[in-house]
């Protein structure tokens, strides 16, 4: 890791030196794409970046406060979490999946990889959310409602294949009750996403499920309310 920065904000973070091999200038606080590494003379390692090119990425960083010029020299990032990135669309909730989208530089609940975990700021103008990653078998799962129906897998007896059942689902937001702990409340957001299925049950339209993204970023059902 690099040295302390003298002017990132927050004393417990570790930095890490990135390059920025896009086209583009990339703002301070913004979520990268990783795309290789080399070592200086000096023996610092520098991690090189980009802008978010695809909605699952295989590896992401956070850029520090300074913003970073398009072939500029190295600047400090971090992949030390828990971390703080910048956002968009409504300010996520606590413990809400978010993630980067293609061509973006922020996280938004669109995406996945990340979980917020209750704090939010403001640093110079920029508004940022905290953030720690996931764990590495894919995205915690999502509850969702369905809203067009998934169809079960279909199996081929010869030679022996399985291909996944496809519908379309919507994703809820769990609340609390303020006088309990329990979640009863739900809100479905306002777009709908694409939705595979391994299992042999097929699930109709306003049931319940619960879902999560492989490595691949691919959103699969992984279990369902009882009938």
């Excluded at 992949?79 to 061509?103: A, E, Q």
Aim: proline content about 6%.
């Amino acid at each position: 890791m690099a040295t302390q920065h003298p002017r990132q904000p927050f004393v417990d973070q570790r930095w890490q030196l990135l390059e920025n091999r896009g086209s583009e200038d990339i703002p301070p606080f913004s979520i990268v794409e990783l795309v290789g590494a080399y070592q200086t003379e000096e023996g610092y390692t520098v991690m090189t970046c980009r802008k978010v090119t695809t909605n699952s990425p295989a590896k992401t960083a956070i850029t520090g406060p300074l913003t970073m010029k398009a072939g500029g020299t190295p600047q400090p990032g971090t992949l030390d979490f828990p971390t703080y990135v910048r956002y968009t669309g409504s300010t996520p909730t606590n413990l809400s999946d978010v993630g980067p989208s293609d061509d973006t530089f922020t996280v938004s609940t669109d995406g996945t990889g990340y979980l917020v975990i209750g704090d939010q700021t403001e640093f110079n103008g920029i508004s940022l959310v905290y953030v720690d990653e996931e764990h590495a078998s894919g995205s915690l799962a999502t509850p969702m409602v369905v809203t067009s129906t998934i169809t079960a897998r279909e199996d081929e007896t010869s030679p022996t294949k399985r291909t996944a059942g496809k519908g379309k689902a919507a994703r809820l937001t769990m609340e609390a009750d303020d006088s309990s702990s329990d979640y009863r409340c739900f809100e479905e957001s306002e777009s709908e996403e694409d939705i595979y299925n391994w299992s042999k049950i097929e699930f109709p339209v306003d049931r319940i499920i619960w879902a999560a993204r492989d490595r691949q970023g691919v959103l699969f059902v992984v279990s369902a309310d009882c009938d």
